[in-house]
């Protein structure tokens, strides 16, 4: 901006009319905030003084202004007008007028967060002794000294480690107006010593903590003072975290004897007493150890502090009637304003709380002593605490949980055993709660039943049938809000799961008709929810093929319906169409044979899920599911599910090809189990061929994936050779690849794959069988050692009898210097032995003094016994001496186009231990030779 728009800018701003004012102070902050906005001195000087004389505007949105523009500004001038400007601010604060100081105090903590690290010295160098002398001086407002405080606290936030030799000054301040008169002082300064105490040392830390226990030792002092440094101590501890664990043997006695001594209408010191012993226990566990028990008891104590409310009701609730349930919450309805009560026994449940999570070894000593009287204490008739017991009580579910993991429940010391034997209580207290009016009682029942279930999955099976009519009032009640429904929702999908289906046979209909009624309500997470539910119900109904005694074909179509309506509605929310695909699935494959009708109808709207991209995922998973079920015949949608599965083959998605493809071993898997003699030939050989386009050793996963979906296509009733011929060609790229970087990792899934190829026949197979016995003459380990597993899997499965010299390799393999090969070796004599009924032309027999003379016995298909062979000395290379040029060369150049003998002579000749980039080269070559014959 040119000055001379600045200028003009600045003269508006000094203007009489306020309009023109508020005018301009808005185009200067537009203009601070722009990062080419740059000053020189004088503008720097002119700007500083008219944004402070801003500051004092009658009229307070200009003034609001102003404080905005400080904040740009700070970061734009130089640390002699920032210095300035701080002063400034400062004597407005401490000197200035009344109707003044609230924007100073505002524009003083703006500067205070805007300034830049690197003037941040030179500030608090002037800014505070300033602070310090306001939060002293006698002659100081109380408004002043509150200012001066909360300055104060900003600054030892940010800047605490940058004040240390100012640290013990303010500090001495500070405690000396814990004795302050004014309790919005006492307040302030106790939120500044917090803040303040993260920094200090470790002596300044001690002296602070000395003091306040040495103020709370003055019984003289008013209650007021003691409830402040009482707040003192809590919030120094939650500062400063397990440094005040060498300050507890002070200070816990003094706060338990406060909260035993103090008098009856001392409802607020018991609180703070509590709330400091809670933050001893999460802050500094190790150090509190001693005070564990004294703490619990002190808990159990004030949990139930309710001197102006005596509770005689009967216990037992099974008789009452309803006239009763109308005394009982009328009972509860007694409120007292002045009644503060409530506040100690929600610190109690708090500080139980935290003893709970912060010590796991107590929890059998929990449950011994604390636990029945929580339940006892789901009465509570404040609803604020009676939130905190519950969530005190999640806390030691979740504790047990966390400690008994892995563990069982036999033990009678052990936290689940005691958790088992309240179980009766709980429930008869919580369906108490679940019949009163408050929703937020009743989300915070079943919160507490959740969690139960979470601990102990079948607890509930003997209280099913109480539980009920709880849950159909929460879903059926007008009054509830949706976070009640969900909670009961979440609830009963949790009990569905956790416990046996002849449990809730007795209550289908009553559990039935409200998830129905949900599945249509307006809130989508509801909605959503209540279709999980239905999942759950579907198994609980028809948990099995076998018959169980109970007749669930009258829930079969309600069902159905209810989710077929959700299924068919594409104006929704995405959760709920993707819990009603997955819903439908689970209904289809369970229910299948008594919706033979609805079928034609349903399925095709699934197929056209798997075409949208949002619920395509789902879609395929719930059709994995319908694949295993022999319930239903996917014959009148088979030729689109194999022509979307087959597409999402080709997909980039990762996610997507392992649930097409196998999911755990899903969908085209499955349905080429079920459907294999109805899915023609023409769909294989598309299948395979995506299949083979995906072998790569750039993706290791996904080849495995894709191999093992092959070899179970190999091995079906369908296949043809032509499916073969596709296959073999991803498969050789793979091979072919190996054969040149041994080193891949995924043999393990290849050679399976491969051998079933090799078995099925296939005219092309002999050509990648003689290339692996010329693999195996080389004398390269990794390359031997590949060749060796490929000559060993295709002979488990093919009669290689005709194939002359096999032996004579194999056999010389005991000579060879690599245990890997020796290893390979004795596992296929291993394979051999399992397989004693395929036609195998080799397997190899130990004597028990295999060694120097070890032999190998020939077992040809007309089982005949060749006589054992010479040992010949090895040479180094894994071949006798006296070998001569290994007869698989021959049968490769007679049994390969021409085009490829030359390239195989040359990679011969070229040496078995080159291990140079050309022969890496010639290899290449001859595969890529290979893959074209092929």
């Given at each position: 901006m040119a000055n001379s728009q600045l200028s003009g800018i600045i003269e508006k701003m000094t203007g009489k009319d306020k309009d023109y004012r508020y005018m301009a102070t808005s185009d200067l902050l537009n203009e601070l905030n722009k990062d080419s906005f740059k000053l020189d001195s004088d503008l720097e000087m002119r700007l500083s003084s008219i944004i402070l004389q801003q500051l004092d505007d009658v009229a307070g949105d200009v003034s609001g202004l102003a404080v905005k523009c400080l904040a740009p500004l700070v970061k734009k001038v130089g640390e002699e007008r920032v210095v300035e400007m701080t002063n400034k601010l400062c004597d407005k604060l401490l000197h200035g007028k009344d109707q003044h100081r609230d924007t100073a105090s505002i524009a003083l903590r703006t500067v205070v967060?805007?300034?830049?690290?690197?003037?941040?010295?030179s500030i608090l160098v002037t800014l505070t002794p300033q602070m310090i002398g306001g939060i002293s001086g006698q002659e100081m407002s109380p408004g002043i000294k509150c200012e001066c405080l909360e300055i104060m606290c900003d600054v030892v936030q940010k800047y605490g480690s940058l004040m240390a030799d100012d640290h013990?000054?303010?500090l001495n301040t500070l405690l000396l107006q814990l004795d302050c008169n004014q309790a919005t002082v006492r307040k302030k300064t106790v939120t500044c010593i917090a803040s303040l105490a993260s920094s200090l040392s470790d002596d300044l830390l001690a002296k602070a903590t000395v003091q306040v226990v040495k103020n709370l030792s003055n019984k003289n002092a008013k209650s007021e003072i003691t409830r402040t440094n009482i707040q003192m101590i809590g919030a120094i501890s939650r500062a400063v975290g397990y440094r005040f664990g060498t300050h507890l043997g002070n200070t816990v006695p003094v706060l338990i004897n406060y909260c035993t001594s103090a008098s009856e209408n001392e409802e607020e010191l018991r609180e703070y007493s509590l709330q400091a012993l809670e933050s001893f226990l999460l802050r500094c566990p190790r150090d509190i150890s001693p005070y564990c028990d004294e703490i619990l008891n002190l808990t159990l104590e004030y949990i139930s502090y309710d001197p102006n409310f005596t509770d005689e009701m009967d216990e037992d609730t099974d008789n009452e009637t309803p006239e009763d349930e109308e005394d009982d919450e009328s009972a509860n309805e007694y409120t007292d304003d002045e009644d503060a009560s409530w506040k100690v026994r929600r610190a109690a449940a708090k500080c139980l709380a935290?003893?709970?999570?912060?010590?796991?070894?107590?929890?059998?000593?929990?449950?011994?002593?604390?636990?029945?009287k929580l339940i006892d204490r789901f009465k509570e008739r404040e609803e604020n605490v009676k939130m905190d017991v519950f969530n005190t009580f999640i806390d030691l579910l979740r504790q047990t949980g966390n400690v008994t993991k892995g563990q069982t429940d036999t033990d009678e010391s052990s936290p689940k055993w005691l958790l088992k034997q309240e179980v009766s209580k709980i429930v008869k207290s919580i369906n108490r709660q679940l019949r009163e009016k408050s929703v937020k009682t009743k989300v915070g029942a079943f919160s507490v039943l959740r969690e139960l279930v979470v601990v102990l999955p079948d607890c509930l099976a003997d209280h099913i049938g109480s539980l009920v009519p709880g849950i159909e009032r929460a879903l059926n009640d007008k009054s509830s809000t949706s976070n009640l429904k969900i909670e009961a929702l979440v609830f009963t999908k949790l009990v569905l799961a956790s416990h046996a289906p002849p449990v809730f046979h007795p209550y289908i209909k009553a559990l039935s008709s409200p998830v129905l009624a949900a599945v249509g309500e307006r809130y989508y997470k509801v909605t959503a929810e209540a279709l999980r539910v239905c999942g759950e119900l579907v198994r609980v109904v028809r948990p099995s093929t076998q018959s169980m005694g109970f007749d669930f074909k009258p829930f079969v179509h309600p069902i159905y319906n209810a989710i077929m309506s959700r299924l068919t509605n594409q104006d929704q929310d995405q959760e709920v169409k993707e819990c009603a695909i997955t819903c439908m699935g689970l209904v289809i494959s369970i229910f299948g044979d008594e919706l033979r009708k609805e079928l034609p109808s349903c399925l095709p709207v699934l197929v056209d899920r798997m075409g949208n991209e949002i619920t395509r995922l789902t879609a395929v998973k719930a059709f994995a599911v319908i694949a295993t079920s022999p319930h239903i015949d996917l014959s009148c949608v088979l030729v689109n599910l194999i022509a979307e599965l087959t597409g999402f083959l080709r997909k980039i998605s990762c996610l997507l090809f392992i649930t097409s493809g196998k999911y755990p071993e899903y969908n085209i898997w499955y349905l080429h189990g079920?459907?294999?003699?109805k899915i023609g030939s023409d769909a294989y050989e598309v299948i395979v061929v995506e299949l083979s386009s995906l072998i790569s050793v750039s993706d290791l996963h996904m080849t495995a994936l894709a191999l093992e979906l092959c070899c179970t296509l190999m091995t079906g009733k369908s296949c043809s050779e032509n499916i073969s011929l596709a296959a073999l060609q991803g498969f050789l790229k793979l091979w072919c690849i190996m054969q040149i970087r041994v080193s891949?990792?995924?043999?393990?899934?290849?050679?399976?794959?491969?051998?079933?190829?090799?078995?099925l026949r296939c005219p092309k197979a002999s050509i990648v069988f003689n290339c692996t016995v010329w693999r195996f003459s080389l004398s390269r380990q990794a390359k031997q050692h590949l060749a060796l597993l490929s000559l060993g899997e295709i002979g488990r499965r093919k009669d290689l009898s005709a194939h002359a010299g096999i032996e004579t390799i194999v056999i010389e393999s005991f000579q060879s210097p690599f245990e890997e090969i020796k290893k390979d070796i004795r596992r296929m004599e291993v394979a051999s032995k399992e397989d004693q009924d395929m036609p195998l032309p080799i397997s190899t027999a130990y004597d028990n003094s295999y060694g120097a003379h070890g032999h190998m016995i020939h077992h040809h298909p007309a089982n005949s016994t060749a006589p054992k062979p010479p040992i010949v000395p090895s040479n180094g290379n894994g071949l006798g001496k006296n070998h001569d040029p290994p007869p698989p060369l021959h049968m490769i150049k007679s049994s390969l186009p021409q085009q490829m003998v030359m390239p195989l002579g040359v990679a011969t000749a070229a040496g078995s231990n080159s291990e140079s980039e050309d022969h890496m080269e010639e290899d290449g070559q001859t595969m890529e030779n290979l893959l074209k014959a092929v």
């Open positions: 967060a805007q300034v830049a690290p690197s003037l941040a010295p013990e000054k303010l935290g003893l709970i999570v912060s010590r796991s070894e107590m929890i059998s000593k929990v449950y011994q002593e604390a636990c029945p079920a459907y294999g003699d891949t990792p995924c043999w393990t899934h290849y050679f399976p794959a491969l051998s079933l190829l090799l078995s």
